[in-house]
């Protein structure tokens, strides 16, 4: 059929293989990134087990579980939303909230592994990244529900956001101390983004077929 539309209708097949690729192109940047997501935590768990990995490097480890993987993670389900025609608007200043949540929760636990070494070293640094990453990625959950928090009165709206912000944000931050946690959270984005095509495919394609 495609054939047939290009020989009859050549520029609205035209415009059916751009908007193929725009679709391929879209999905592909989202699978991408869940995918690095995954290999970026599953890499930095190998490192652990290696010859390599020592003082010097175990920040870098520390750094990447806890704050690149989850924002790769993040950037695929956020890419994932935009090109699906399932979503009607993409949480983008949602994401980019969890995004900031994410560098600053690498902070508190780099900071954090950094005065389990320094008993000196202050507090305050660890105490102000860690209330940074409560509130962001808490931030970014409010948001994700106020939808569904309109019919509710303003004090009543007002005081679920509250607590959405605090054990949310809390939950966040405290979720990726056992570090290889980070695994499952690639892997749980890999596999939403990898349905959310497979059905955005059915629905997109199926007509071009």
Known sequence: MLAEARDTRPA???KESIMVAIFKARWGLAIGLAAAS???AVAALVFVATPAFNEVTDSFVQIAL???APILAILALITAADASSRVLKAPW???LLAVLGSVATSTTYVLWYA???NSSASAAPLLVAAGASIVLNGAALAILVLPALRQLPVGATITVLALVVVFGGTAALLIVFPMASTV???AAALTTVLLMRRAESRETLAPSV
Request: hydrophobic share 60%; net charge neutral; charged share 10%.
């Open 12 to 14: 609205r097949a035209w």
């Open 38 to 40: 995954a290999f970026v």
């Open 66 to 68: 806890t704050g690149v």
């Open 93 to 95: 200043t949602a994401a």
């Open 115 to 117: 005065g389990v070494d």
């Open 184 to 186: 499952l959270i690639s």
